[in-house]
């Protein structure tokens, strides 16, 4: 069965804080690594997306992936209470790159 | 930017009755993809079509059929509704495979 796994939160984080989000997946092999924000009642919006070991910068958010430990990660920077939703991690299937495994989200609160 | 449009935000049908839910690309992407949104389940994958008249069966088919005769739209057919196919239904596009998936507003579908 393939897995990816997010803590369900809520990740709680004070505003102007590092928000740390992590998921991690069980096919090894897997090379398509994704990160969508999902605000209440909306759909998914793509954020990052990370192909390869280390870290990916974009704005506030960074991107770590390490193939090796079968994790991923998104970091926030200067969490603002806009960034209060569910963080969803997707990874493509091995062998298979249309299809992708979403984890349950980690829901998270940036309080003012 | 993307654009993904679903037909309906909100749909109330009746079991029994054949639905259809039409999704629309504008991004000339290859793929197409039926989710559907469940709490506690996450994403689900229904189909997804890599081409036209193309299609393949997700991780949960049963009760679902899906059309693609054009590149730009892939339709979402329940055969014989049932009240354990209310769900919030997903659309998503890209253009191949293992690239980003851009998602739909979504439809809230309920079942009476």
């Known amino acids: 069965q393939k897995e990816v796994e997010q803590n369900s939160g809520p990740l709680s984080v004070p505003e102007g804080a590092i928000a740390s989000l992590n998921c991690t997946y069980s096919d090894r092999g897997s090379q398509s690594f994704f990160w969508y924000r999902q605000y209440s009642g909306k759909s998914p919006e793509l954020i990052m997306f990370?192909?390869?070991?280390g870290d990916k910068e974009d704005g506030r958010f960074t991107a770590q992936l390490n193939k090796a430990s079968q994790y991923v990660s998104l970091l926030i920077r200067d969490s603002q209470p806009s960034d209060s939703a569910t963080y969803l991690c997707?990874?493509?299937?091995?062998?298979?790159?249309?299809?992708?495994?979403f984890g349950s989200g980690t829901k998270l609160n940036v309080k003012p | 930017d993307v654009k993904v449009t679903q037909s309906s935000r909100y749909l109330v049908k009746r079991t029994g009755e054949k639905v259809f839910l039409e999704c629309v690309q504008d991004?000339?992407?290859?793929?197409m993809f039926w989710y559907r949104q469940d709490p506690g389940l996450g994403l689900r994958l229904i189909y997804f079509s890599y081409d036209v008249k193309m299609k393949e069966k997700g991780d949960i088919p049963e009760g679902y059929s899906v059309s693609r005769e054009k590149k730009e739209r892939f339709s979402l057919i329940l055969e014989s509704a049932s009240t354990n196919q209310t769900s919030m239904y997903l659309c998503a596009s890209s253009w191949t495979g293992g690239q980003p998936q851009h998602f739909g507003d979504g439809t809230r579908l309920s079942i009476l």
């Open positions: 990370i192909y390869s070991n």
């Open positions: 991004m000339d992407h290859e793929n």
């Open positions: 997707a990874v493509n299937e091995v062998g298979n790159f249309n299809k992708f495994y």
